[in-house]
């Protein structure tokens, strides 16, 4: 009977080597799909170490879910090369910004992310089962996207409560995944937020995916991701009419960084050089 299980097992696995061979398809499912369980099973690992350790949802969590995440690289033969972490250091709360490229981006996010740090979700997250838990748990800011009015009051409060308890916070600004090879426009809230609360705000850019990731083309292998943190941006002094100017600069800047972290020219560069 065992030896049964076994053989029907090994040709399962077998069959799986096949599929993933012959169609690139197969290949990103199956491994998005492992991504997917990845995710659930460290989060049923780690909600009773967070309920345990720190008692229920606190930014104090995160250190746990960074330490369960960090391990995921190696199952899909990612790496990582992170510059001037220490561009984090500064004192206090800050807001984080970053391109975002896929749901993948949750590796690189916890590759690098300072203590007292959490993060703005939409809030569809919050309703992925055990996900949505550790999420909760870390004390994952969820927004309503399809309500602008929610979403700012909702930011708004995070800007008073970031200063009051000494957190950083980190968003999307391009706020949604987008894995072109290029950025969207930023959406300003993340911009705000740092001039209401006239805290810094700190880039972070991820290299391009697509030589290793494209879902439009079911692209998924091993690579490299360069990670570079750039330096805070002061916001001290600056009102709301400056939100457009210090979007504008954190876009300009950070997409700069993305194309030579790419190895590619950036499209302004190339026009110039035709
Ligand atoms: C252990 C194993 C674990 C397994 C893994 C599990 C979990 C790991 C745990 C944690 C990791 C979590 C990682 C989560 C990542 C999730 C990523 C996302 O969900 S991205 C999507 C959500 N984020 C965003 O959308 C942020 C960016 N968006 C914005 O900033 C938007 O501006 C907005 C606030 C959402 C509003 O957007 P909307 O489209 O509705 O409107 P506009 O942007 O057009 O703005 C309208 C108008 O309002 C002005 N505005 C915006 N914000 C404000 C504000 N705060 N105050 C005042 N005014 C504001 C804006 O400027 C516009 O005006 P104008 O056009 O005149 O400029
Ligand atoms: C009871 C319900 C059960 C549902 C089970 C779902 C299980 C989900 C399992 C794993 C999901 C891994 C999620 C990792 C977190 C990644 C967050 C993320 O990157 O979200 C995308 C969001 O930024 C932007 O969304 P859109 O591009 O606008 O769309």
């Not at 099973?41 to 879910?65: F, K, Y």
């Not at 984090?88 to 490229?101: K, L, M, T, W, Y």
């Not at 007292?116 to 969820?142: D, S």
Request: hydrophobic letters at 45%; a positive charge.
């Amino acid at each position: 009977m065992e030896l049964g299980w076994l053989l029907w097992g090994a040709a399962v696995l077998l069959l799986l080597h096949f599929l993933t061979e012959l169609s690139p398809a197969v290949n990103f499912a199956l491994r998005l799909g492992w991504y997917c369980v990845l995710c659930v099973m460290g989060s049923l690992l780690a909600a009773p170490a967070c309920l345990l350790l720190n008692g229920g949802r606190t930014v104090r969590n995160m250190r746990i879910i960074k330490n369960v995440v960090k391990t995921f690289k190696y199952f899909f033969g990612l790496r990582f090369e992170v510059k001037r972490l220490e561009n984090f250091e500064v004192e206090g709360p800050a807001i984080i910004v970053s391109n975002h490229q896929s749901i993948l981006d949750m590796m690189g996010l916890m590759e690098v992310l300072p203590d007292n740090c959490v993060q703005v979700a939409k809030r569809e997250l919050m309703y992925t089962g055990c996900v949505g838990l550790i999420m909760y748990l870390g004390g994952v800011i969820f927004i309503n996207r399809k309500s602008t009015t929610s979403a700012k009051m909702v930011m708004t409060e995070v800007a008073k409560t970031m200063v009051a308890e000494n957190v950083k916070v980190w968003v999307y600004p391009e706020g949604t995944r987008n894995c072109t090879g290029d950025f969207l426009p930023f959406k300003k809230g993340a911009f705000h937020l740092a001039i209401q609360a006239q805290v810094p705000v700190i880039p972070v850019v991820y290299s391009s995916f697509t030589t290793f990731y494209n879902p439009k083309t079911k692209l998924f292998t091993s690579g490299k991701i360069k990670v570079e943190v750039l330096p805070p941006i002061e916001t001290k002094g600056l009102t709301s009419d400056d939100v457009s100017d210090l979007a504008d600069r954190c876009f300009h800047t950070m997409r700069e960084t993305f194309f030579m972290l790419s190895g590619r020219p950036s499209p302004s560069e190339a026009k110039d050089s035709s």
